[in-house]
Nanobody, 122 residues
């Protein structure tokens, strides 16, 4: 089992950057694929990016188009989402999630953090 805690959200102007962090507990973190999802008010949860245990990456190219980068540090039990060139439409609660399978599908992740709010002003 793994517990996840996100941090790094906040208020930023359009064009700015934020780096989200997700701290994971548990000895088997390095075996998990890690995903980032987001949910804006009134919208369904949306896949953002994911990274496998050994660094393979998936992105929602329609939404992030090279602006976001996912990374992980298995020695520190951390996963990151670097977000550049932020847009008002990136405003959402961002969640990290964990499971053994690298996937873009939210219900296939069994472990979730509590989320961190990202607000991008125009």
């Amino acid at each position: 089992q793994v517990q996840l805690v996100e941090s790094g959200g906040g208020l930023v102007q359009a064009g700015g950057s934020l780096r989200l962090s997700c701290a994971a507990s548990g000895r088997t973190f390095s075996r998990y694929a890690m995903g980032w999802f987001r949910q804006a008010p009134g919208k369904e949860r949306e896949f953002v990016a994911a990274i496998s245990w050994n660094g393979a990456m998936l992105y929602n190219t329609d939404s992030v188009k090279g602006r976001f980068t996912v990374s992980r540090d298995n020695a520190k039990n951390m996963v990151y989402l670097q977000m550049n060139s932020l847009k008002p439409e990136d405003t959402a609660v961002y969640y990290c999630a964990a499971d053994f399978t690298l996937t873009t599908i939210d219900y296939q992740y069994n472990y979730w953090g509590q989320g961190t709010q990202v607000t991008v002003s125009s």
